[in-house]
């Protein structure tokens, strides 16, 4: 389960970035620093570094005479542009892979699968942040993705109708992952849990510390297991799906429940007895206390509720 700590070290442009070799003595360390990283992340000061009119559009710019003249020492060094590009490759790659773990079906629908319409797609989401990518926070990275998708990307083309449904699945997954990193270890339910009927019924269940509803005009289960859903049709109906992480160590799990299932779901909120939960959907629907009972068991086997 992630926490939001690295897969593997970040190429970030920001914090401590590669740059050029050091400027000549005397070059306010800070200030250089501060420069190149300017230079990294504003297109109109990269544009007019190199077309070498950084002096010329000086004013335009605002730029003083000492950001100027480091400057004119990156411009020196034949090294420079590509120290700049390899760093808005090496993220634009990162973060590629990163969009492609953790909401593949958003980036499917988005790019058809060309990977390198990904890569274009990502740069100019990176340049619209000025290259300031979030390093090992990946879930945080997908959720600001999201919104520019949502502002910006579906603005200015016309895309699939299931792209925001899709979309929506995806960020409520990666904001159910980012969940975990606030929910104490020994909140954790622990499972498979086992006990007598007798123990079950005496029991008051609760939502495990990481579950969410969520409702979409979509059945999304025949994409869900596939790296490539070309073909593959979705069925345009409303669907509820239970998104939960079980503990730690287990991956999330997606579970669909049908409208009866939602309203026992929605019972197990810590107040009442599974025995009295049952009574009452017997009372009020008719449903057998033994069916009832044994779905709740299955809930708090899994990890979705805990007691």
């Given amino acids: 389960m992630t926490n939001e700590a690295p897969r593997r070290p970040a190429a970030r442009t920001g914090g401590h970035p590669a740059g050029p070799a050091p400027l000549e003595s005397g070059t306010d360390a800070r200030r250089a620093v501060e420069v190149w990283l300017r230079l990294v992340r504003d297109e109109a000061i990269h544009l007019a570094f190199t077309e070498r009119r950084h002096r010329e559009l000086a004013r335009e710019l605002g730029l003083d005479e000492a950001e100027l003249a480091i400057l004119d020492q990156f411009a020196a060094r034949p090294g420079t542009r590509w120290n700049v590009e390899n760093i808005r490759f090496r993220a634009t790659e990162q973060v590629s892979v990163r969009l492609s773990m953790w909401?593949?079906?958003?980036?499917?629908?988005?790019?058809?699968?060309?990977?390198?319409?990904?890569?274009?797609?990502?740069?100019?989401?990176?340049?619209?942040?000025?290259?300031?990518?979030?390093?090992?926070?990946?879930l945080t990275e997908c959720e600001r993705f999201a919104g520019f998708v949502r502002q910006r990307v579906v603005l200015r083309r016309t895309f699939d109708p299931r792209l925001e449904p899709i979309l929506a699945f995806e960020v409520a997954v990666v904001q159910s992952l980012k969940r975990t990193r606030d929910v104490p270890r020994d909140a954790w339910p622990v499972t498979p849990w086992s006990g007598s009927d007798d123990e079950l019924r005496s029991l008051r269940p609760r939502p495990g510390p990481v579950t969410r509803i969520v409702e979409l005009p979509l059945d999304l289960t025949p994409w869900l297991d596939t790296p490539d859903p070309t073909g593959i049709a979705l069925?345009?109906?409303?669907?509820?799906?239970?998104?939960?992480?079980?503990?730690?160590?287990?991956?999330?799990?997606?579970?669909i429940l049908a409208e009866g299932a939602r309203l026992v779901f929605g019972r197990c909120s810590g107040g009442d007895t599974i025995a009295e939960i049952a009574a009452a959907f017997e009372a009020e629907y008719g449903l057998e206390p033994a069916a009832v009972q044994s779905l709740i068991r299955r809930w708090l086997e899994t990890g979705a509720l805990c007691a």
Avoid at 237 to 252: A, C, G, K, N, Q
């Fill in 103 to 138: 909401m593949p079906l958003t980036v499917w629908l988005l790019t058809g699968g060309n990977q390198e319409w990904l890569k274009d797609l990502t740069f100019e989401y990176l340049t619209h942040h000025r290259w300031a990518d979030l390093g090992p926070y990946a």
């Fill in 235 to 255: 069925r345009e109906e409303r669907t509820i799906y239970l998104i939960y992480v079980p503990s730690l160590e287990r991956p999330h799990k997606v579970q």
